[in-house]
């Protein structure tokens, strides 16, 4: 997985649960200091190594943990790469062309990226179903995504989903505008 949702990750926990409990991520014991670059990849395993720390620290959810960071990091990713919503008007256009369009140009920034798969099913004004497919099983982050490109069009989205498959790991979405 890709450095840079490590270094936001890190940035995430220190904002939202504080500096003491992104040390205690970091440093889990004194001969063991982890670092993170943005040009790095690492095992998605570390990345759920992470997140259990600040479960166990914080005793919250794991998905509240997820889903907050995806809110967060929808609005880092913009910032690192504007020109992927520069042309787009609202949540909807954004989301359903994540699979066709911006994953696609995430992959040719980053090749060794490895992302997950995202099919519009029904796409009507205010209300859009897709399938998520992935065996990372982050749809609570996909969500906290979704919800983050609301925020950022200044939009209110209700966003559902439903586990169809286990293997593949496939979820359905809908997302209703209100
Ligand atoms: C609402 C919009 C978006 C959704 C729903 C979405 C969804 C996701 C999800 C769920 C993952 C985790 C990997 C997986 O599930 O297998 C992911 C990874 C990623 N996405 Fe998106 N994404 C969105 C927008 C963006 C944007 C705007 C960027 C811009 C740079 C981006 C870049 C990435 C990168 C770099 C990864 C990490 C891939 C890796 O580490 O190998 N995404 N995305």
Redesign the pocket.
């Known amino acids: ?2 450095g ?2 490590f270094t936001e990750f890190i940035e995430f926990v220190e904002e939202t649960y504080g500096f003491d409990t992104a040390d205690i991520m970091l440093e889990p014991d004194s001969d063991n200091e982890k670092i993170y670059t943005q040009a790095g ?1 690492y095992p ?1 395993t570390e990345l759920v190594t992470l997140v259990l720390s600040v479960h166990e620290t914080e005793k919250v959810e794991i998905e509240e943990i997820l889903y907050k960071f ?1 809110v967060y ?2 609005g880092k ?2 910032h ?2 504007p020109f ?2 520069k042309g787009s008007q609202s ?1 909807f256009e ?2 359903s062309k ?1 699979d066709t369009y ?2 696609i ?2 992959k040719k ?2 090749p ?5 798969k ?1 099919k519009v099913i029904k796409f009507e004004t205010n209300h859009l179903e897709m399938l ?1 497919s ?6 609570i ?3 906290g ?2 919800i ?2 609301s925020n950022y069009f200044h939009e209110t989205i209700v966003v559902d989903y439903k586990i169809v498959s286990e293997e593949p790991h496939t979820v359905i979405f809908t997302v209703d505008k209100i």
Do not use: T
């Open positions: 997985m890709k840079a949702v990849n998605f995806g990091l929808f990713l913009v690192m790469a992927l919503v949540s954004v989301i994540v911006i994953h140009e995430v920034l980053y060794e990226a490895d992302l997950p995202f998520y992935s065996d990372k099983q982050l749809e982050l996909a969500k995504l979704m983050g490109a």
